[in-house]
């Protein structure tokens, strides 16, 4: 078992190159980043903790919103500090920035290679050729790559939950977003390297596995060419829930055009499948809708809600919104509030109107909410929610859970932390447990961000 899960996981090795890679953005770029070490592993890397120690730098990146872009380009004058200590080192910038500025990064004077997220099998020799010739990129977009058959080298501490990338890219075009253009268009993986990779992961001591997409409820594997064979996302998540009981599912993110009752129903017949749905609204407004080509309306927002409340009691359910996206009016942002009300999220990722260059909202709508105005709206949405997150935790004192343990707390290693099935953190004392293991607890308060609990 010892050498199996080793198998898997980071070798920190001194007599080999080392690597040391930052990752930001979401969960799919840590992934990536995982997919990048087993690539590098094969050709003699071994992962590092500090930049000091590597003979390579790796910065995997989010071009989402232009802060996360921003925070990229300050990482990037520490790397220059670096290069001028060790004048050897090589810096390569990887992901969704990589893909959207392409040459434009390539000329920043610190990089010395930039790699599109479909280019990752080509970093050997990209890096090689970086030390023989000078600068090198590869921002090719593919129609096929899914890194189907590369195992991805973990890099949590911890050993417990494990992200699994099901399909790459995405097709559908929200009018705000920059990642059909960054990460391509949509490719479902071959399901049967999906089960190997979450049994391996079971076999090797991994508790909860998150299947990750851009859009996984429109997963769709063809097969083989020439053959009949096709799976949707419902089929996927049975087949993985079938590994083991004691195995915890988690996925994301859902589209509240494409999520079914196929879907719900299959979540509800197995306990293993965590009772939480991410599924982003973006606004309330159904005039912001189309303008942001969500292809749904509030309506279809508010009766996908009653199916998930009907078919799945007692599961969590989070959102995205964006505040003061293109000519919203204050009748639109009312429109969200009375959404998030009626909804009661059990939480949301809240942010500004970030305009993002070449996306069709950036050429074909003026991004005209003042940026004051946009900034009253998201704290106006932040307070509600808030308060939201505070009632959902109240209703949940008094009763038990049972909790996958993540281990100590940030604030206090006597206490340990863990997530119940709704992806609610729990704090609580517990001697003698250990990340991995479950635990019931009872809720004895909360916070809106955590609830406080005790063994049961
Ligand atoms: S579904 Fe919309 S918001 Fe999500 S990645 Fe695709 S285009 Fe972007």
Redesign the pocket.
């Known amino acids: 078992m010892q050498n199996e899960y080793q198998s898997v996981r980071a070798i920190f090795d001194p007599e080999r190159l080392q690597v040391y890679i930052e990752t930001y953005g979401c969960q799919m770029n840590v992934n990536d980043s995982e997919v990048v070490l087993s690539i590098l592993q094969k050709a003699g890397y071994a992962l590092c903790d500090k930049i000091e120690d590597a003979s390579l730098v790796l910065i995997n990146t989010c071009a989402i919103r232009d802060n996360a872009e921003q925070r990229i380009l300050g990482r990037l004058e520490v790397f220059r500090l670096e290069k001028k200590k060790n004048p050897g080192l090589v810096v390569g910038v990887l992901g969704c920035m990589a893909e959207r500025l392409k040459e434009q990064l390539l000329a920043h004077p610190v990089v010395d290679l930039v790699a599109g997220p479909d280019a990752y099998r080509d970093l050997p020799r990209l890096i090689a050729a970086v030390t023989a010739d000078g600068k090198q990129i590869n921002t090719i977009l593919s129609h096929e790559e899914t890194y189907a058959d590369i195992s991805p080298v973990r890099m949590d501490r911890n050993a417990v939950s494990a992200y699994i990338s099901i399909m790459r890219g ?5 009018s ?5 253009y960054t ?1 391509g268009a949509e490719r479902s993986r071959d399901p049967q390297t999906i089960l190997h990779e979450a049994r391996e992961l079971f076999a090797n001591g991994y508790k909860e596995i998150s299947l990750l997409g ?2 996984v409820d429109s997963y769709n594997w063809k097969g083989v060419p020439g053959s009949e064979q096709t799976m949707d996302f419902a089929d996927l998540l049975e087949q993985v829930a079938l590994i083991d009981p004691s195995l915890r599912v988690r996925f994301s ?1 859902s ?1 509240p055009k494409d999520m079914s009752d196929k879907v719900l129903y299959t979540m509800a017949k197995y306990p293993n499948i965590c009772r939480h749905i991410h599924l ?1 609204v ?1 606004s309330g407004s159904n005039a912001m809708l189309e303008k942001m080509n ?1 292809k749904h309306t509030r309506e279809w927002y508010l009766e996908r809600i009653e199916s998930i409340r009907r078919i799945i009691p007692g599961c969590s359910i989070t959102t995205d919104v964006i505040a003061g996206f293109c000519g919203e009016t204050e009748a639109d942002h009312q429109d969200t509030l009375d959404l998030f009300r009626k909804v009661g999220f059990d939480a949301a990722f809240m942010f500004q109107y970030s305009e993002r260059p070449g996306t069709k909202a950036a050429r074909h709508f003026a991004d005209d909410v003042p940026p004051e105005v946009k900034t009253t709206r998201l704290n106006e949405i932040i307070a509600l929610q808030n308060s939201l997150s505070l009632e959902s935790n109240r209703r949940d004192i008094g009763k038990v859970f049972e909790v996958l343990i993540e281990g100590p707390s940030k604030r206090s290693d006597k206490d340990m932390v863990g997530r119940t099935s709704q992806n609610k953190a729990c704090v609580f004392k517990a001697s003698g447990y250990k990340a991995g293991d479950y635990v019931n607890v009872k809720v004895v308060d909360c916070t809106s961000a955590t609830l406080l609990c005790e063994l049961a």
């Open positions: 995405c097709n559908n075009v929200c705000y977003c920059v990642v059909p990460r851009q859009n993110t589209h982003p973006q969500r």
